[in-house]
């Protein structure tokens, strides 16, 4: 029962460098999403996939790109990271949308030094 | 725009106590309303969600309510466990985000922490 996997779990960048978080889902789910969780601001959608060769900005997106590689596998990019992306980030898939259940992955602790 | 209000933690309480979290919510439309719960070191997991105002979610103990008058969805566990300590996510669909794709808000989150 893996459900939605993330790595690396932990991840300390300087600024300035680049880094790619990968999430994988198996249980053949059309949606795909990426949150970042900081302290009393709750989760923030940054992107998401609502299916396989497409993709969109949610609330946060500057500063990321995504891409959803093929239905399992959909991932975060930090091309340039800077200290405000220090975060905690969650991948989570769906069946279909929001009104369903979102199954989440572990978490990606990120510090941006 | 779409917002979800939960109140500020930490909650503490003792064992078997009675447990209330409230959120309350602004939308326009008619959105479903979930909780999600956060246990130390995992990723969230629906907790328990309500689709049309009067519906009440249920899971585990807890309950919450979708009370349209109100724009609330408190959610309720009548004696808490030391296990049920986590951090609480109250969170909306929202119907309007573009696209016509629904779209989770949540709130900043609830955590409780509960004594023997």
């Known amino acids: 029962n893996a459900g939605v996997t993330q790595t690396p779990k932990f991840q300390v960048l300087k600024t300035g460098q680049s880094m790619t978080l990968q999430c994988a889902q198996d249980?053949?789910?059309?949606?795909m999403y990426w949150y970042r969780q900081d302290p009393g601001m709750g989760l923030r959608l940054i992107y998401y996939?609502?299916?396989?060769?497409?993709?969109d900005k949610g609330e946060v997106p500057n500063g990321y790109n995504v891409s959803r590689l093929n239905k399992r596998e959909f991932s975060l990019r930090l091309e340039s990271a800077a200290p405000s992306q220090t975060s905690v980030y969650f991948c989570?898939?769906?069946?279909?949308?929001?009104?369903?259940?979102?199954?989440f992955g572990s978490g990606t602790q990120l510090s941006v030094l | 725009g779409n917002s979800v209000t939960q109140m500020e933690g930490p909650v503490t309480l003792s064992e078997e106590a009675f447990l209330t979290i409230n959120c309350t919510y602004t939308?326009?439309?008619?959105?479903?309303l979930f909780w999600y719960v956060q246990y130390p070191g995992e990723g969230l997991q629906l907790l328990l969600k309500?689709?049309?105002?009067?519906d009440k979610g249920s899971n585990k103990g807890f309950e919450a309510t979708y009370r349209k008058e109100t724009t609330s969805f408190h959610l309720e566990k009548g004696s808490v466990q030391v296990s049920d300590s986590a951090v609480y996510f109250c969170?909306?669909?929202?119907?309007?985000?573009?696209?016509?794709?629904?779209?989770?808000?949540f709130g900043a989150g609830t955590r409780l922490a509960v004594h023997p």
């Open positions: 989570a898939s769906s069946p279909r949308g929001a009104n369903e259940k979102l199954f």
């Open positions: 249980m053949n789910h059309n949606s």
């Open positions: 996939s609502a299916s396989e060769g497409t993709t």
């Open positions: 939308a326009t439309g008619y959105p479903s």
């Open positions: 309500a689709t049309k105002a009067d």
């Open positions: 969170a909306l669909s929202d119907p309007m985000f573009s696209g016509g794709y629904n779209k989770l808000i």
